[in-house]
């Protein structure tokens, strides 16, 4: 008697089969998205980037310009930060799906893959939250106006977090499923 596969090979051909355009167009999500908000932030005066990261201070406003360039250079990298994380995130999301098509779909790569992914959502929503306020107190800081704190939780990064967290636990069914998936294959 031939031994069976450790999973159906007609229903795992049937879920793969968009799995290389849907990775593909994750990929160049990925690709794009930190680039679409650098030229958004570019795009954006500087003034701006003070009333929005010191809403409480908008007399500062006017002292903007004597701002030396690497406060702007750190202000942008902080701005940029969320948005390079979620970028990554895509990256390994689409590199997962990529992988999704050509092995098998209980494979230890392709839960590296999604635990990947999970941190860098986890991260990225972290930095959603904090990077406003440390933007906030670089730019109080730099132009010596007043230094306050505020911390906004906003709906995007609880989202984002409760969808990190998910993801985590898909991975450890995934690759629990993977390890009684290999046992099996080893007693047949």
């Not at 593909?24 to 701006?48: D, H, I, K």
């Amino acid at each position: 008697m031939p031994a069976t596969p450790p999973f159906p090979v007609a229903a795992s051909l049937r879920a793969a089969r968009h799995a290389p355009l849907v990775g593909w167009a994750v990929l160049l999500a990925g690709l794009l998205l930190p680039l679409l908000t650098a030229c958004a932030l570019w795009q954006l005066p500087a003034a701006q980037w003070l009333t929005r990261a010191v809403p409480t201070a908008p007399d500062l406003a006017s002292a903007v310009p004597a701002l030396p360039w690497p406060v702007w250079a750190g202000v942008a990298l902080l701005a940029m930060a969320p948005a390079l994380m979620m970028g990554a995130a895509l990256l390994w999301a689409g590199l997962g799906l990529l992988r999704m098509a050509a092995d098998p779909p209980l494979s230890r790569t392709l839960v590296v893959r999604l635990r990947c992914f999970a941190a860098c959502t986890l991260v990225a929503a972290v930095l959603g939250l904090l990077c406003p306020t440390v933007i906030g107190l670089v730019l109080s800081g730099a132009l010596g106006g007043p230094l306050r704190l505020g911390l906004g939780l906003d709906s995007r990064e609880v989202i984002l977090l409760l969808f990190a967290a998910v993801t985590w636990q898909l991975a450890a069914l995934l690759d629990e499923a993977t390890r009684i998936a290999d046992d099996h294959a080893q007693i047949i």
